[in-house]
């Protein structure tokens, strides 16, 4: 690996500061239990990413803790936290980083509704504005895979590839997201848990009322490219929604 310039070093420590804040929104919003669940995010300009380490509890997570890899998911040595093991998921988050050039932060949770989805191998159907709105349609079903090597990070990539929704339920496993950074895969999180609360809970009523496709494509595209302050900032995921590059 080249060395870390000071302009990357300073690249480095704002990602390291926004992934331990990040990590604390998992738990406000319910996502995640006990250690399980991590946030990672890319550093710009850099080939590197910070991601949690293994087994250590959110209230003990902070910058210093967090650790920095290379994108083949090794740990660069001597640099804060590479004395602990990372996260059993960070071969499938580096793969994602390799194979996704436009992701700049990815999320894995265990949060209970998306993920008794997932242990269903269901998809998520597309039956309310707020989801048209943010994923463009279902949420769809990537394949079971073993914890550990690249195996995640290959279902996650072969699912989303080109496909309007940032989250993928991995059969039975859980929800993992992707953003244009980090925080943009947290939100794509929480979205997805409510939506999946929502429906699970249409669902015990009846059956929930399909969206025409035409009406989730004009949902889309108007939150992607009217909603919100425009003058101020790109709509969440702006860099992985370029038009012509998705499919609902």
Not at 19 to 36: K, M, N, P
Not at 156 to 161: C, F, Q
């Amino acid at each position: 690996m080249n060395a870390i310039t000071p302009e990357i070093q300073v690249a480095i420590a704002r990602v390291r500061d926004e992934i331990a804040a990040l990590h604390a929104e998992l738990v406000r919003y319910g996502l995640v239990v006990w250690t399980g669940g991590n946030v990672s995010g890319r550093v710009p300009g850099a080939d590197l990413f910070v991601i949690k380490p293994s087994g250590v509890a959110y209230d003990d997570l902070d910058p210093s803790t967090l650790i920095l890899c290379t994108l083949d998911g090794h740990v660069v040595a001597d640099t804060p936290g590479s004395d602990r093991a990372p996260s059993s998921d960070t071969a499938a988050h580096a793969y994602v980083y390799r194979n996704l050039p436009e992701v700049g932060g990815v999320v894995h949770t265990h949060s209970p509704y998306a993920t008794a989805w997932a242990a269903r191998g269901e998809e998520i159907p597309c039956v309310l504005t707020g989801m048209a709105d943010e994923f463009g349609g279902p949420i769809p079903v990537g394949p079971f895979a073993i914890i550990g090597d690249e195996s995640i990070g290959f279902g996650i990539v072969e699912t989303l590839r080109g496909h309007r929704s940032r989250a993928v339920l991995m059969q039975n496993h859980g929800p993992f997201t992707i953003g244009s950074d980090a925080r943009d895969a947290v939100k794509a999180a929480v979205m997805l848990e409510d939506a999946a609360r929502t429906i699970h809970i249409a669902r015990q009523l009846g059956e929930p009322l399909p969206i025409p496709s035409a009406k989730i494509d004009a949902l889309y595209d108007r939150y992607q490219t009217v909603y919100g302050q425009r003058g101020l900032s790109q709509p969440p995921g702006a860099s992985l929604r370029e038009p012509g590059a998705v499919r609902s």
